[in-house]
């Protein structure tokens, strides 16, 4: 992929994250404000199972328990009840914030059953309602510049991104707002946009 290509969709990824969508991921419009009802279509051939969508949307609408737990250096044990319309990357970004060890999302693996499970997976499509997950942490990149320029604009770059006051940021949201959910879920935008619109 092209430098400008990159920058493109870096750009893209940016302006799709600033604003909040306008309507929610379960928007249904009223009955009541529904004027036709389309073309009518014959039945589909297959036969419905009402528990099983049900079930289906307790794990959307729910609250999953994560326990995460680390093996090998640097090992720790957490947990927490996440909603179902969230990702793994979510699950990463709160490692992130209670282990001083990890310092980015990148060094993280989480995995299920011997299963690596990508940033953009929704926790309802686990389907399930608790889940033991093993975090895999990589240690962080060393920087191997080619000479003295290069060392310093690298080490300069490289202390920029670890003086972002993510933990500080949190507590200031979780004092103005009072609602621990909604902080968290501003929390993570902000990071989110950080890190897409971050440069290579």
Known sequence: MSTPEKEFITRFLSLATINPPLLASNYKKPLQAVETLGVALPPLR?????????????????????????????KFALSRSFLGNNTIYQVKAFIVMQEEAVHDATQLKVLLKGKVLHDNLLLS???????????????????????????????????AKLMVPWKDIRSILLQKLEDETTAQEIFNRLQRGWEVTELP
């Open 46 to 74: 297959y036969k419905y199972d009402a528990n099983k969508n049900k079930n289906s949307g307790n794990w959307s609408d729910g609250e999953i328990h994560l326990s995460m737990k680390s093996i090998r250096p640097p």
């Open 125 to 159: 499509d686990l389907k399930v309602s608790e889940a033991q997950l093993t975090v895999l942490v990589a240690k962080p990149e060393p920087n191997a510049p080619n000479n003295k320029n290069e060392t310093s604009s690298t080490m300069e770059t490289s202390k």
